[in-house]
């Protein structure tokens, strides 16, 4: 076998087993987050450490498994002290002192080594899964101010040794979860992805021997690498900067500024958050693991998406965040909502790169979205399963995207580093008393541009239950996605209790307190939409008619924001009154 189809076949066979462990655990997890929203990642590591391949989950997940692991080697248990059968657990976001551990409460992380024939350690079979609740103040967590109300904190501690459970931690933990079956069954979900992520593992090793994988997956790492390096030579020498800013850290505390400088020097490429606001009172601090999991995946975004990933495409990527910031913050603050900053990120390095390489990067997306609610299903409106059993749905709400230079955004897709499926709404409305009134897409709401952002979400739903209790975020109530080239921005999101009725009250701020429900309530979210790219008057006016066609712009914006003229009645283009108007 030659040394590129070895390579290749190397780098495929390590890939299916990162996910085969993730598909196994989103086939037998119990909570809806995860079998309908894949709420978990998997990855596997050498006996060093080093990243060899990981399951296409949750982007944002990814890259903190690494420094997770590293912490776990170097401050709680060495390799003398791991053996067969061991598999360690912890959710702690600053395990070891720095925040390298989890990115918050509800992500368990489970790390097994990899034993060949029982005797060699050669590797770890890393998952990580969001539960559903983990104990603390209110279980969204969404006005915490400190790390202790946003749950159990587990520093790394052996759930299993050589096999044996430990049932002193495993009962610790089902008593600090509000939805214990749930909980039971999702770690037995993640238990079983590490065990199969082992025996794929063993598998390789035993199908082409021990030193042959050893030698194939440095090379690997440095393929990799090399083409990495290829990609960041092409971007032209240079420090390019680039600001965004916070308003709302649901304190109504802020602005907060985000500084990155990215600079680029032959092959290799520094992320300088330097200049970025100190961390926060409200739950919004990203971790420092956050925090380089959103710029390796920014990164892998604007180069080669062919390179396989491993620790070889990190090695020329350097990111400086400084402690106690918003971007890498510190004990006791809380960050159970870093994703809101952590999509924030993406905007910024795609504001840092578009004058770099305007070319590859894409204008702002809908932003992080979120939105949990639990209803008590009571004997006065009951809907299935138990009486007076509080039940528990969140759902990442899918928005308009950025416009990209050769295509328009995407609608009604979970944004960047989320990446999460659409669930359906059957299955929402069975998992909690809450009854679906509408799901569409907002027309006219997109970001225009000579390639248009994606279009904005509304959706409606109505309790059900006697009672029920609903928080959210949403960054992009206050500041629009903007577009990038003379592209204009999206459209900002809010929120709508009980619509239309003289209850009606708007929440148009980023995150807020606990909103308490009765039955017959209704929620209403508007999401944001994508910003545009370049100039909306150099869209291609067939485009423009297409959409006019599927009713996603009305034949006002088509004139207003494109400049195409469209005959009401016949739906044709008026060549004449369009150039006339667009000249």
Not at 72 to 77: A, R, Y
Not at 482 to 498: A, T, V, Y
Request: aromatic share 8%; charged share 20%; with cysteine.
């Amino acid at each position: 076998m030659s040394k590129a189809i070895l390579l290749e076949v190397m780098n495929n066979a390590l890939r299916s087993v990162a996910e085969q462990m993730s598909a196994t655990m989103v086939r037998s997890s119990y909570s809806t987050i995860v079998k309908e929203m894949m709420d978990c990642s998997s990855a596997i590591f050498d006996s060093e450490g080093r990243l060899l391949a990981e399951g296409a989950n949750i982007p944002i997940h990814l890259n903190c498994l690494g420094p997770c692991l590293n912490t776990v080697l170097t401050k709680f248990f060495s390799r003398e002290q791991m053996h067969p059968g061991d598999i360690i657990l912890t959710n702690h976001p600053y395990a070891g002192g720095e925040s390298l551990g989890s990115h918050h409460t509800k992500d368990i992380i489970m790390i097994a080594p990899i034993f060949y024939e029982d005797a060699e350690l050669v590797g770890f079979s890393v998952t990580m899964l969001h539960h559903r609740d983990i104990g603390g103040t209110w279980t969204g967590d969404s006005w915490t101010v400190e790390i202790w109300q946003e749950g159990l904190l587990v520093e790394p501690v052996k759930l299993y040794d050589r096999g044996v459970r430990n049932e002193a931690v495993w009962k610790i933990i089902l008593n600090n979860t509000r939805a214990p079956r749930d909980m039971k069954g999702d770690l037995m979900a993640q238990i079983s992805g590490c065990n199969i992520g082992s025996k794929g593992f063993n598998q390789i090793i035993s199908k082409y021997g021990l030193e042959l994988v050893k030698d194939t997956i440095d090379e690997l790492l440095s393929y990799s690498e090399r083409l990495t390096r290829a990609e960041i030579e092409s971007i032209p020498d240079g420090v390019y900067t680039h600001e965004e800013s916070i308003l709302d850290d649901g304190y109504q505390g802020g602005p907060y500024t985000l500084k990155l400088s990215v600079i680029v020097e032959g092959s290799e490429i520094t992320f300088d958050y330097t200049g970025t606001a100190p961390q926060i009172k409200g739950p919004i601090n990203s971790p420092l693991s956050a925090t380089i999991s959103a710029t390796y995946y920014t990164m892998r975004c604007l180069t080669n998406p062919t390179i396989p990933t491993n620790q070889g495409c990190h090695r020329p990527v350097r990111v400086i965040a400084p402690s106690g910031t918003l971007v890498n913050c510190t004990m006791p603050n809380g960050c159970f909502q870093r994703m809101v900053t952590d999509h924030i990120l993406v905007d910024l390095i795609m504001g840092a790169m578009s004058n770099a390489i305007p070319g590859k990067v894409m204008a702002d997306s809908c932003g992080n979205i979120y939105d949990f609610c639990s209803a008590v299903n009571l004997e006065t409106h009951p809907r299935g399963g138990e009486v007076n059993h509080r039940q528990y749905w969140g759902e990442i709400v899918p928005g308009g995207l950025g416009a990209r230079p050769v295509k328009d955004g995407l609608t009604i897709m979970s944004c960047h580093v989320t990446n999460c499926p659409i669930p359906p709404l059957e299955a929402q409305e069975i998992e909690a008393p809450m009854l679906f009134l509408e799901r569409s897409i907002l027309p006219d709401s997109a970001g225009a541009g000579m390639f248009r952002g994606g279009f904005a979400q509304k959706r409606k739903w109505k309790i059900v239950g006697d009672e029920g209790q609903f928080f959210h975020t949403s960054q992009k109530s206050k500041i629009p996605p903007q577009g990038l080239f003379d592209g204009k921005p999206g459209k900002s999101g809010k929120w709508i209790i009980n619509e239309g009725t003289s209850e009606e009250k708007i929440l148009d701020f980023a995150m807020g307190d606990v909103i308490f429900l009765k039955y017959g309530d209704t929620v209403t979210c508007i999401t944001a939409s994508g910003g545009g790219y370049g100039n909306s008057f150099r869209r291609n006016p067939e485009m423009v008619l297409s959409d006019v066609k599927q009713q996603l712009i009305s034949i006002e914006s088509a004139k207003k924001e494109y400049g195409v003229v469209i005959n009401p009645i016949t739906l044709e283009i008026d060549l004449n009154a369009t150039k006339k108007l667009r000249d």
